[in-house]
Every structure is written in structure tokens, then in C-alpha cells.
């Protein structure tokens, strides 16, 4: 999960520096960017939770800006910035991060329920 969002971050990087250099797309590219690493790093920072409650509540944002990094992709597609294509690896690579932090956040929920 946490390399997977790394990989992910990297890509909407990559998809940032071409917005703002090719396209020249300067507002939803700073949105995808700010939602896009913004996964990476909460996950990161769950890393040294101070507790598991602390936990859980970082994974919950993770999980949360996916749903928001997507709206995004979907703006850009839509808008013609992205190509299908393009939007259909970035959101399906999304949707799988998303689905591993709702797995994550399921398994911890259970651990505090015992």
C-alpha cells in the first residue's frame, strides 16, 4: 500500500509537470497534485500514529483523497486534459489504492473491537 501510493504520487507528479508545461493548465493541475500526494503522505504519517485510534484516523483521510484525487481526474477528462486512456489508468490505479485502505482500515477496526 505504502509503495503503491508513492508509485501513484509519482505519476500525478509526472501528470502535474505536463499540465503545467504542455497544457498549460494551472488550477485543477495544483488541485490533482495537492489530493494525488496527499494519499501517499497521510499513509506515511500513519506510519508514527501515536496510537491506533491515530491510526486509523490518518488512513480515513488517505482514504478520503482518493475520493477527491478522482474528482479531479474526472474534471481533467472531461475537460479534455486527459485522454481516456489516460484517466482510466490514473483512476483505476486510484481505486486500488482506495480499496486497500478501506481493507487496511476494516482489519484495524476489528483489532480494536477485540
Known sequence: MYDKSEEF??????????LQTNAKEYILSKQILRSG????????????????????????????????????????HKSDYLSAKQFELLDLACTDLRNQIARTLISQKKKRVK
Request: charged share 25%; proline share 0%; glycine share 4%.
Open 37 to 76: 500526494t496527499s494519499i501517499g503522505a497521510n499513509l506515511n504519517e500513519a506510519r508514527g500514529a501515536e496510537s491506533t485510534r491515530d491510526y486509523i484516523h490518518k488512513l480515513h483521510i488517505s482514504f478520503k483523497e482518493t475520493y477527491e484525487t478522482q474528482y479531479w481526474l474526472r474534471l481533467l
Open 9 to 18: 504520487a509519482l505519476r500525478i507528479i509526472k501528470l502535474f509537470k505536463h
